[in-house]
């Protein structure tokens, strides 16, 4: 499923952004009688200096070659930080183009060795948050961690990904907004589109999510997570680019309460027979949870 917005990319960013600003932040008084959200259109031409019917001609998609002075205004109207910036910006640069042949991602073969000697939660994604290779304690810490799931689809659809992050709701949009990210303006990449569309028709979430258009880096971090068997974890996340594809790797502060339930979920682990670093298709099928 395509996303319908994808031929004005530009113009829905604007749209989106314009409707999460409130006229308090922009410094207008609130007014009475306001049919839309966040600010009017003429609201962000008058800030940004610009001619109304300008503004309206970007966000309609007529004019896809506003200057980066204009973008700046446009920037600093909107409330965007620098990550938003760089986004806008990028959508402004974007240019038609031949389709990309798609290329499978790869996992290279040292990858897998680092893999199976690391004993700390360790996985390989890709731009689609697909797991494509996992080690024991990877899977350990949690099922949704083997070759071949979706994190993204999990996290929105599987019950259990819900119950194991203490804060779903910041999990949810921070990997909605990575995605958007990533995405960028590589609208047709058909993992992509496979992807949105899934999760459009599954996830109320997902949905509310995507149109607000943020856009987000989802890098090194901590996170707060509920272990069915040793219970709560406070655990460091890294990603570490190889190649075309992620690393991530979990760990705890060395001694703490943390780091002992991760060495008894280690021992776990070696008791029980687990998917290792194998590679699976990225997108196999999942099943849906209504």
């Not at 690393?247 to 687990?274: F, G, I, N, R």
Request: net charge neutral; no cysteine; proline share 9%.
């Amino acid at each position: 499923m395509k996303d319908p917005e994808s031929d004005n990319q530009l113009g829905s960013y604007l749209r989106a952004r314009r409707e999460l600003v409130s006229p308090a932040q922009a410094g207008l008084p609130p007014g009475g009688n306001r049919r839309v959200p966040g600010l009017r259109r003429e609201e962000v031409a008058l800030l940004a200096g610009i001619s109304p019917d300008y503004y309206l001609r970007l966000e309609r998609g007529r004019d896809r070659n506003p200057s980066p002075q204009v973008l700046d205004s446009l920037a600093r109207v909107l409330n965007l930080d620098d990550v938003e910036r760089t986004y806008l910006l990028g959508l402004a640069a974007a240019r038609p183009r031949a389709p990309r042949r798609k290329r499978p991602e790869h996992v290279p073969a040292r990858v897998h060795q680092l893999l199976a000697h690391l004993q700390i939660p360790a996985f390989v994604e890709g731009r689609a948050f697909d797991v494509l290779a996992s080690n024991p304690m990877a899977v350990a810490l949690s099922p949704r961690l083997r070759p071949g799931e979706n994190r993204l689809r999990s996290l929105l659809l599987d019950p259990e990904e819900q119950a194991f992050h203490q804060d779903w709701a910041k999990a949810t949009a921070d990997f909605v907004a990575a995605l958007r990210t990533t995405i960028g303006d590589d609208t047709d990449n058909a993992r992509f589109v496979e992807l949105v569309g899934e999760l459009a028709l599954s996830s109320q979430r997902f949905r509310t999510l995507w149109a607000r258009h943020d856009v987000r880096n989802l890098d090194g971090g901590t996170t707060t997570v509920h272990h069915p068997v040793v219970g709560e974890l406070r655990l460091h996340r890294d990603k570490l680019p190889v190649d075309d594809v992620i690393l991530v790797v979990y760990y705890p502060d060395k001694d703490s309460d943390s780091d002992q339930k991760l060495q008894l979920l280690t021992a776990l682990s070696h008791t029980e027979p687990a998917d290792t670093a194998h590679s699976r298709p990225a997108h196999t099928p999942h099943p849906k949870t209504p």
